[in-house]
């Protein structure tokens, strides 16, 4: 127990928690423009892999985060579709990480973001992945509640046909908001590749789904989507401190799931998702 709260182990939460924070605030521009996309996870995994794959063929860990980013074609907008995608994204990551790295499970080592000499000179740049994601949040954030793009997505989750009587184009800003779910989850993935080094398989663990817990505590913003994931990242942090000290191990394991039910039985009835959040919209003809 002496080491929790220690410098270290702060910023271990704030590492770890990255891939959670950024996926529940994607999935928070999605549903607000009224699409459930539950395909985080297969696109975490697919980013992972685009990643790891740009980064060893060409050397560079910068152009394998950039694909990992624009990954974002395996984007799903409903539940079945979303289903699909994940179950996809497991196959695909197999047969591929088999035909470059002749491995169905593991990849090469790549380049990390720690190996840029250019950062080593600034300590506050030596993880750019947090700054990122803290300006991320506050960027989000400002674009939901300050533009009029977040004043117009908003409306179109709430009540499109409302929205369309007003001229605002329904099915473009969900698909906006799609794109952004899909660039935010795919720098997520981006972050797993780098800072492991390697693509392995279902190396996402349930990210995804976390992340999308994650958005639901926070009530669908972007600083209660952050806050949501450094608790579960502070969950899985702990899970590491105990895990050498116990005897236990798989129920040590368990304890980021547990808190996921155990949070989420105990919010989900106090959170008001968009009124019209998973409901296709078709704009009647006249």
């Known amino acids: 127990m002496d080491a929790l709260f220690t410098l270290a182990f702060l910023t271990q939460i704030a590492r770890i928690s990255i891939p959670y924070a950024l996926p ?30 740009a980064a060893f063929v060409t050397g560079s860990p910068m152009f394998g985060i950039l694909c990992g980013v624009i990954c974002v074609t395996l ?34 080592r790549i380049a990390g973001i720690e190996q840029w000499s250019f950062l080593a000179a600034v300590p506050v740049l030596k993880n750019p992945f947090l700054i990122t994601t803290g300006l991320l949040v506050v960027a989000s954030h400002i674009l939901l509640f300050r533009t009029k793009f977040g004043l117009r997505l908003r409306a179109v989750g709430e009540h499109p046909e409302a929205a369309d009587s007003l001229g ?3 099915a473009r800003l969900r698909y906006a908001g799609l794109i952004m779910c899909g660039g935010l989850t795919g720098l ?22 976390i992340a999308l817990a994650a958005m639901i505590i926070g009530k669908w913003t972007p600083i209660g989507a952050l806050s949501a994931a450094l608790l579960f990242g502070f969950a899985e942090s702990l899970t590491i401190q105990l895990e050498s000290a116990s005897r236990y191990l798989q129920l040590v394991q368990m304890i980021p799931y547990l808190l996921t039910m155990i949070v989420l039985a105990g919010f989900i009835g106090r959170s ?15």
């Open 24 to 53: 529940a605030l994607g999935a928070t521009f999605s549903e607000r423009g009224g699409v459930v996309n539950i395909a985080l996870e297969g696109i975490l995994l697919v980013s992972a892999f685009a990643t790891t794959a």
């Open 168 to 170: 605002v184009n329904v």
């Open 188 to 209: 997520a993935g981006a972050w797993l590749a780098v800072d492991q080094h390697s693509f392995t398989d279902g190396m996402s663990a349930g990210r995804g789904f």
């Open 75 to 108: 984007k799903a907008d409903q539940i079945v579709s979303g289903i699909a995608v994940n179950l996809f994204a497991v196959g695909i990551t197999k047969f591929s990480c088999q035909l470059l790295f002749n491995s169905s499970s593991n990849s090469a």
């Open 272 to 286: 008001t998702a968009p009124a019209s959040v998973g409901i296709p919209y078709e704009k009647e003809a006249i």
